[in-house]
């Protein structure tokens, strides 16, 4: 029998400053080694001084998985020589004696499965290694510190996985779920890291560290699964060990023996006192987080009659949720939903595509709205969400200068129906037996009218025309 257990790191990027000094927490755009202090660099005499917002984003995120949070919370030193490690520790939570970490026993369920959470924790990021040179030979390990410091949420669960695609699945819903709170980014580099421990059927538990996507942490598992299995089957013991997924070659690779925590020599951080978690803050929590991804679905479905697959796509997606926010009425919100899922998805799905956009949630509620006022065809619509994505032009501009106008008017229709109706002779006649089949002729005439035929008026013509013969 497979377990799998998950470790995840979660940077809280949504904060301004690291989570004990009043560094930048978004180091990314500094040059190297510039975004420090002597706080983060852990020089003597500095003294953290706890970012409170981290505090509430994290308890956010508990609350939000359904974990116990405890009346007080304290920090430990976890000690460890590392080169990105400045202070010879990292200060972390602990849960050795008694709940004291920000979150414990939460839940997730994935495909009828519940995924337990052992704890969440709030702890410092490290620094950052950088590897330069163009072979083994030549290449030097530099160290930059400015991600030193930088706050995170470390999220373990229980080895409740039985196969990796359970934990592809798991950490989609995980990663949509941060973004929703607003706690994160889980797409920027670096801000959402797993690693994942594995064993078989009497095997040593293995760690697999910081893979950087789900993709790979996926094929990293599936890599380690079959090693494991072949190893097993030909009576060679499976070491305790911690191994790294080399990218390039689709392997798991030995980095050392699994260190065990008695290794770390935790001792509480005494510059830190305990923090007593109020009541009256987890309250207000509650009442301001954001709406719930499920709450959202079932708000969708239920209010607007927005089908269950694309409510689901659009309640889960941040941006595209706040995009339809911001532009719905009771009238078009269903439209609108078609619209984001069915054809902006496809033109932006990115990050880099999406910051690039010079759509307004007016743009799309015009856009809504000419649809259903029959103004134009949903085919030109689709045209038209291309100008706006390329010119950001406003959509009456767009349909008046592309001659996108629904053709309204029977004498306009006849002649394409007519048309139709001599080259799709066959088509007539089944169409006759079987009402089923108009659609096939309504399909014709707007191909002839290049998307602008009114579909309903459209409709009713042929319908007319088929039954005078």
């Not at 030193?77 to 026993?105: C, E, M, V």
């Not at 030909?234 to 980095?255: C, F, L, N, Q, Y």
């Not at 767009?398 to 001659?403: E, F, G, H, K, R």
Request: glycine content about 4%.
């Amino acid at each position: 029998m497979t377990k799998i257990g998950l470790e995840i790191h979660c940077q809280l990027t949504k904060l301004e400053s690291k989570l004990f000094c009043s560094c930048k927490a978004d180091y990314r755009s500094f040059e190297p080694n510039s975004n420090i202090c002597p706080v983060c660099m852990g020089l003597p005499g500095s003294l953290p001084i706890l970012n409170k917002k981290a505090i509430e984003k994290a308890a956010m995120l508990s609350i939000a998985l359904g974990c116990k949070i405890p009346p007080k919370i304290g920090f430990f030193r976890k000690n460890y020589f590392y080169p990105d490690l400045p202070k010879n520790f990292q200060i972390t939570q602990y849960n050795a004696y008694g709940p004291t970490s920000i979150g414990y026993d939460g839940m997730i369920m994935i495909e009828d499965k519940e995924i337990k959470i052992r704890r969440i924790q709030l702890e410092e990021d490290p620094g950052r290694l950088v590897y330069s040179g163009s072979s083994e030979k030549t290449q030097i390990t530099l160290v930059d510190y400015n991600r030193a410091g930088t706050p995170l949420v470390e999220m373990v669960t229980e080895p409740d996985f039985e196969n990796p695609k359970q934990v592809r699945i798991f950490l989609n819903i995980l990663a949509d779920l941060v973004e929703n709170l607003d706690v994160a980014d889980p797409y920027l580099e670096g801000a959402f890291r797993v690693d994942g421990n594995i064993s078989i059927e009497k095997g040593n538990r293995v760690e697999i560290k910081n893979v950087g996507s789900f993709r790979d942490i996926e094929k990293a598992l599936h890599f380690e699964i079959t090693r494991q299995q072949s190893l097993a089957e030909r009576g060679i013991p499976i070491p305790a060990e911690t191994r790294h997924w080399d990218e390039a070659r689709k392997i798991t690779v030995s980095s050392r023996s699994k260190e065990e925590e008695q290794d770390y020599r935790y001792f509480p951080e005494e510059d830190i006192p305990r923090i007593i978690i109020e009541k009256s803050l987890l309250d207000n929590l509650k009442k301001t987080m954001p709406e719930s991804i499920m709450s959202k679905k079932e708000r969708y479905i239920n209010k607007y009659g927005i089908q269950t697959q694309v409510a689901e796509v659009l309640s889960s997606d941040k941006f595209y949720s706040d995009l339809f926010e911001q532009s719905h009425t009771e009238r078009n919100a269903k439209e609108i939903a078609n619209l984001i899922t069915t054809d902006l998805k496809g033109f932006a799905d990115t990050k880099e595509q999406r910051e690039q956009l010079k759509l307004t949630p007016k743009h799309l509620a015009d856009l809504a709205d000419a649809v259903l006022n029959n103004k134009i065809t949903r085919a030109s619509g689709k045209t038209t969400l291309q100008e706006i994505l390329k010119t950001g032009k406003p959509v009456s501009e767009i349909i008046s200068s592309l001659d996108l106008g629904n053709v309204d008017d029977e004498s306009s229709l006849v002649k394409a129906i007519d048309e139709v109706f001599i080259e799709e002779q066959k088509a007539v006649s089944e169409a006759k037996q079987n009402p089923d089949t108009i659609n096939y002729l309504v399909g014709k005439v707007m191909r002839k009218t290049k998307g602008k035929a009114n579909p309903s008026l459209t409709l009713d013509m042929i319908r007319k025309k088929l039954d005078s013969q």
